[in-house]
């Protein structure tokens, strides 16, 4: 149902080893349907956040509610819920190697279906269509190792969009995505989020956020949040950008004199995905 409360986390914090703090008193509700950009440098907690979302890893401090249920090690340990949970939120990783671990690409998107012990039509189709929409089929019988950092990301998205969750966490999904490649994915987001898919982005690359999100949410560097608005008051407050490091400014000279203008710098990673 539109607009209800799936996740509710109050006062949550997260710390590393017990000694590097890694969010600090987070709070944020998320409803069914939205799209929602989580904005930060590196450091301010964003993957943190997914993480905790995913169920990954748990709240020294606070809470994080998933429907009406306290996400803990031992809630997500019970047989019954982790069902229900694992095939309702999919996530991303920035890095695709922490996902891939198969020895090649089919039995990669096959993993996760093959848990959900679904009719074998029913995982051939959607093995068909996740390879279909990321435009992989060529790439099943190969390796993943071998695959470059742009081919990776796509079997990744791939994989995650076979299991059809209602909750798809994403943590810098274009970096190391070619330009084409990275079209295809924000037009896959919006027909997702047209069928009432719950999108969470963490992202660097706010040039993106305008066609991905309706909602953003700035983490700062001390690990906690700063704003939470709609993207187009967010991206408006130049300063705030500014000062959590999402954009920059450069001194120019102009007839003798210094001029301060913004920049903004979308992911460059894609250079690298050998596409």
Known sequence: MKNELI????????????????LKN?????KRSERIALLGANGSGKSTLLLLLAGLIFSKTGSVKFLDNILTEEKVSDEKFRSLFRSSVGIVFQNPDIQLFNSNVKDEILFGLLQLSLPEDEIGKRLENSLSIMAIGHLTDRHPQYLSTGEKKRVSI??????EPDIILLDEPTAGLDPRTMRHFMDI?????AEGTTIVTATQD???????????IVLSEDKSIVKDDI????????????RHNLIHSHIHMHQGRPHVHP???PDHHYSHAGQ
């Open 231 to 242: 993207v187009s008051e967010v991206l408006k407050d130049r300063e705030l950008l500014e």
């Open 206 to 216: 706010i040039h993106i956020v305008p066609e991905i999100a309706d909602r953003a």
């Open 189 to 193: 987001v919006n027909v997702l989020s």
């Open 26 to 30: 987070v709070n944020v509700q998320i």
């Open 158 to 163: 791939a994989s995650v969009l076979a299991m």
């Open 263 to 265: 920049h903004e710098h």
């Open 7 to 22: 996740f509710d986390i109050k006062n949550a914090s997260y710390t590393y080893l017990d000694k590097y703090p890694a």
